[in-house]
């Protein structure tokens, strides 16, 4: 394979001398495959929400990057990963979210697996009414379960095995945000399925929602009305190695007819008007305010389509109320504008990739630094990936 390595460097050069990733990484479908590989199989990435599965039996599948996965809640309660594929002649197994009042059965030949993923029946595999066969051990051929753990009611997965420890992925963003949230109780954060979930398919590359929540440079142009108060002045750089963004001084605690959300434990009274917006590598887009916070997942969907899952999460009490129903769906009404505003951007950056006389792009040294250092991580990945590939 041509594998313009010398592209990646430059992505890595400072950033008054880098560009940014070339073309091919937005567009072409090689380099795609490059990146299921080096970024989602080899890293830990996010596939869905627990609150997917909200009970035992419940069965949700999704596509990331290109690989069908399936989350299950099993009867214990256990909510597991695995590849959506049966182990026979390899049908897809789920296609849509569904409660299963049993097992899990293959359409094709009812190959049927629990939901702990052992295979359990095999009907007239060996021949009109025999079930077994020699040859055919079903305890070799359950369904393939992925490594997976859940925080802040997110599903993380690592796919290769390669992604070491969770609580190391996350320990310089819990150091970051230990002026916030001290107590560091993400799991204590409520998801609101009902009235919190917003899903919009974007003609776009994954990494352009990304490179767009880093920023907050476009503010003025593209949302003028949440510049009005959050002015491009209030915005501050935030930039680590795993995770990029910005953060905003000027964020506006709801407030609805009197009601205020409650806030977050330990949040410090000096600080309620600070927010910060992080781009969690690769596909986990975090806002945290004193009051709420969201998360969006990215599901790529091939190299110009990304499906966006937008989930809010609120202080325990406040999900499924009446009294509170105002106010969460402000909160939605305020996020859906914000970033229904971005689609128009990204979709044009989109197009814009198509373009031989674009070179991945010039940062700004000043406004561009979370966007550059998200580049970084993306080429050094994968020229890991490439280096470990030889
Ligand atoms: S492909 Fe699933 S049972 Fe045959
Ligand atoms: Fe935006």
Redesign the pocket.
């Known amino acids: 394979m041509n594998i313009p390595l010398v592209d990646l460097d430059r992505v890595q050069d400072s950033i008054e001398n880098a560009r940014g990733m070339p073309n091919r990484y937005y567009t072409d479908l090689d380099a795609y495959a490059e990146e299921r590989d080096a970024l989602f199989a080899d890293q830990w990435a996010c596939a869905a929400f627990a609150s997917d599965v909200p009970e035992p039996g419940c069965v949700y599948p999704v596509q990331l990057a290109g690989m069908p996965l399936l989350v299950v809640r099993d009867k214990q309660d256990t909510i597991r990963v695995f590849h959506n594929v049966c182990s026979h002649r390899g049908v897809k197994l789920a296609e849509q979210p569904e409660k299963l009042a049993g097992m899990l059965c293959c359409p094709y030949h009812s190959w049927t697996y629990d939901l702990t993923g052992k295979l359990i029946a095999t009907p007239h595999v060996g021949g009109v009414g025999q079930h077994k066969v020699e040859g055919l051990a079903c305890e070799e051929h359950g369904l393939k379960e992925i490594r997976s753990t859940i925080w802040m009611g997110l599903i993380f997965v690592d796919l290769t095995g390669k992604a070491g420890e969770f609580e190391d992925r996350l320990a310089a963003l819990y150091a970051r945000w230990d002026e916030f949230f001290p107590s560091r109780q993400y799991d204590m954060l409520e998801a609101d399925p009902e009235s919190g979930s917003w899903e919009l398919e974007l003609n776009c590359n994954w990494k352009l929602a990304v490179e ?2 880093c ?1 907050a440079y ?2 003025p142009w ?2 003028p009305a949440l510049n009005t108060y959050s002015k491009l002045e209030d915005h501050y750089n935030i930039v680590d190695e795993s995770f990029s963004g910005q953060g905003s001084h000027a964020y506006r605690l709801s407030d609805f007819e009197g009601y205020k959300l409650p806030t977050l434990p330990g949040w410090p009274e000096s600080r309620q008007q600070n927010a910060e917006y992080i781009s969690l590598y690769p596909n986990v887009l975090l806002g945290l305010q004193a009051d709420h916070a969201f998360a969006m997942i990215l599901l790529p969907q091939g190299p110009e389509k990304t499906i966006e899952r937008l989930r809010l999460y609120y202080m325990p009490g406040v999900v499924g109320q009446s009294e509170t129903a105002t106010a969460r769906q402000s909160v939605l009404d305020a996020w859906q504008e ?2 229904t ?2 689609v128009g ?1 990204v979709e044009a950056m989109q197009r814009g990739r198509h373009s031989p006389g674009f070179d991945g792009g010039k940062f700004s040294p000043v406004m561009d630094p979370p966007t550059h250092a998200f580049h970084k991580w993306v080429a050094k990945k994968l020229q890991q990936h490439h280096e470990d590939a030889r």
């Open positions: 767009n929540y920023e476009h503010l593209i949302h914000v970033f505003e971005d951007v």
